[in-house]
């Protein structure tokens, strides 16, 4: 079995050596480096979030991703997503266009509708708007991807007439995935649509989303498309010991938790509740060998083409970031290939 193995982050503002939190200029920076340090370790992709707000430094995944292109040469470089429904396709196309002539072919998109409604005020548009916002986005995303004429109306913006959009990718085909948190309306778009499948799982076991899987296979076949990979983003952290991991991530991960839940009405996250969430849920966290055994478990389990570690969590020093990808890249994901191996 074929399995590539990325890994991705949201630009998190972390804490330096004094506690103090990063400015979000360092918090760049470093995301720059951690890019570079997955080139070297032999990861397959790394991935951006969009976000906008105080706790997250990148707005603009392109940007950065662009600047670690330019100091990488092997691995892929995308986006961890696209808020694609606050956002214009023509423009989401273009910035993606130029990555991938800038990185000699190797950038991907990953849309969504996201997590967070920051955006939509931030942009001028109505939250109820919000599902016909993708809707229609994501149809016209797909018509600018076959890099021919477009022609396309539709009510959330201009309507194109045989318009050519420049410049036109390096690769010819920028590979974009749908991000998917749960909905078997936005598995069933993405097949309809012929994109590969990501889907976000950061709660409950990964053998719950297998239904979606199933569903998107026979979409795909309803719709007479090909067979189309299907990926799984998960968040986690590796370190020398199960302890260890265990302590370093539940004293950020949880601080993470208690900032958007506050917004959110969710409850403080508990340690009891964490430790379950690490050996029976969506959470990979422990040694090397504890990671290698859980993510081979789910690519089995869900018949993945990917697994994307989400490698940052709240204020997890950038130290222990680098950390991280260096442990999943030389230690981790030769483990799972050799699991995988023996199937």
Known sequence: ?????????????????TGERTPHAQVLRDVVEEGVA????????????????????????????????????RIRLGSAVTVLSSDDPVRVFQRFSE??????????????????????????LDLQDYERLFEERI???????TEGPVTWRGATRAALSEQRVYP???????????????????????????????????GGA???????????????????????????????HVAATDALARDRYFEHYSGMVATIGRERGWP???????????????LVVGSPETVAQKIAGVVRALGLSRFDLKYSAGTLPHTALLETIELYGTAVVPRVRELLAED
């Open 1 to 17: 079995m074929a399995v590539e193995f990325g890994i991705d982050t949201f630009g998190d503002v972390t804490i330096d050596g």
């Open 38 to 73: 997955a080139d070297r370790a032999g990861l397959d992709f790394f991935g951006l979030g969009e976000h906008h707000r105080a706790d997250f430094a990148v707005s603009s995944p392109e940007v950065v991703l662009a600047a670690i292109a330019a100091r990488t040469e």
């Open 99 to 124: 990555l991938d002539g800038i990185s000699s072919g190797r950038a991907e998109v990953i849309i969504g509708r996201g997590s967070f409604t920051e955006s939509f005020p931030l942009f001028g």
């Open 139 to 145: 149809e016209l995303f797909a018509e600018l991807l």
């Open 168 to 202: 036109s990718s390096h690769s010819g085909a920028i590979r974009t995935w749908v991000g998917v948190g749960g909905s078997p309306e936005s598995v069933v778009r993405a097949a309809r649509h012929r994109m590969p499948l990501m889907l976000a799982i950061i």
């Open 206 to 236: 990964h053998a719950h989303f297998a239904p979606y899987v199933d569903l998107y296979h026979r979409a795909l076949a309803q719709f007479g498309a090909p067979d189309l990979p299907v990926g799984v983003h998960s968040p986690g």
């Open 268 to 282: 403080p996250l508990t340690r009891e509740a964490f430790e379950h969430d690490v050996d029976e849920g969506a």
